[in-house]
């Protein structure tokens, strides 16, 4: 995308049409700036390969080794950037530096070779034996509100998918503190900014990524305990909030369809135009106390989300 172009598009009299090609143009360009990711950090390796270290690059380059280092790796264990928000409520994704990139090992729905190959209508391609071999699309289910049963078990995603019928995977991205956007300050009581715990995993349903789920629980109450520390949670994190000494008292959940941010797009591996589905729940204790944001961020067009109403209460 140029000055140019866009020029030309500022020209269009339909706005429905110049707003169509400039949301197709802005998929396009997300897509480039994942790719340059890629090839950036290639390069960065090649360069460490030939014995260069991370301060030689680093002054090469005009940044720190600290930098260097975010870039040869993508910065997947930080916080994705938050979608901003228009005042009149709308989401828009904000592109950052460098999208973040999955670690080596997780097992992906891309062809290999360093692009990404995709096949119309949501399923992707593989690579096998030098051609490419289309997956199998998959739809996983996602209940609001959540079940009970569900949610007091040892993973929400691994019993949802028990009951599906399709093998879930999982892996923890990311576990430490990060400033907390506008929307997770909000359900924590804190101010934005301020520095929350994070434990962010990615899941996949028969090896295809369908969501990123992410907990936020507030530092004056959970550093310093096991909610802090590395590697999966067990039996549960409900089961580590109730040992220590919080007692479910209500929650809320709020579903909101959007353009997905580049950290997103490619952690997912979507198509140029596809959404993404948030949820956010925010659960208090029976003292009133915002002991955890879970916030999932769920690929739309591989999700059906069942809505229940209140026993009791159903109307025609």
Not at 38 to 66: C, F, H, W
Request: hydrophobic share 40%; glycine share 10%.
């Amino acid at each position: 995308m140029d000055l140019e172009t866009l020029r030309g598009v500022s020209e269009l009299s339909d706005p429905i049409e110049r707003a169509r090609v400039l949301s197709r143009l802005i998929a396009e360009e997300q897509g480039l700036v994942a790719e340059a990711a890629k090839m950036r950090r290639q390069a960065i390796a090649e360069a460490r390969d030939s014995g260069m270290s991370l301060e030689d690059v680093g002054t090469r380059l005009g940044v720190s080794p600290g930098r260097i280092s975010q870039m040869r790796k993508g910065p997947s264990a930080r916080a994705p950037e938050e979608p901003t928000v228009h005042a009149h409520g709308e989401p828009s994704a904000r592109v950052p530096e460098e999208p973040m990139a999955l670690a080596p090992g997780e097992p992906t729905a891309r062809a290999t070779g360093g692009s990404s190959a995709h096949a119309p209508g949501g399923s992707a391609l593989r690579a096998s034996g030098g051609s490419a071999v289309r997956a199998p699309k998959v739809l996983v289910r996602r209940a609001l509100p959540t079940d009970p049963a569900v949610r007091a078990s040892a993973s929400l995603f691994l019993a949802e998918a028990e009951r599906q019928g399709v093998t879930p995977g999982r892996r923890m991205l990311y576990v430490g503190p990060e400033p907390a956007g506008d929307q997770v300050a909000a359900c924590l009581r804190v101010e934005p900014g301020a520095e929350v715990i994070a434990r962010r995993k990615m899941m996949t349903a028969d090896g295809v990524p369908v969501r990123v789920a992410t907990s936020y629980f507030r530092a004056d109450l959970f550093a310093g305990t096991r909610l802090a520390e590395p590697g999966f949670v067990k039996p549960s994190l409900q089961s580590a909030l109730v040992a220590l000494g919080h007692t479910f008292g209500r929650a809320e959940e709020n579903l909101t369809a959007r353009p997905p941010t580049p950290f997103e797009y490619e952690t997912l591996e979507l198509e140029p135009g596809e959404w993404v589905v948030q949820v956010l729940r925010a659960g208090y204790s029976d003292e009133d106390v915002p002991v955890h944001v879970l916030e999932t961020i769920c690929a739309a067009n591989r999700h059906v989300f069942p809505i229940g109403q209140v026993s009791g209460h159903d109307e025609f």
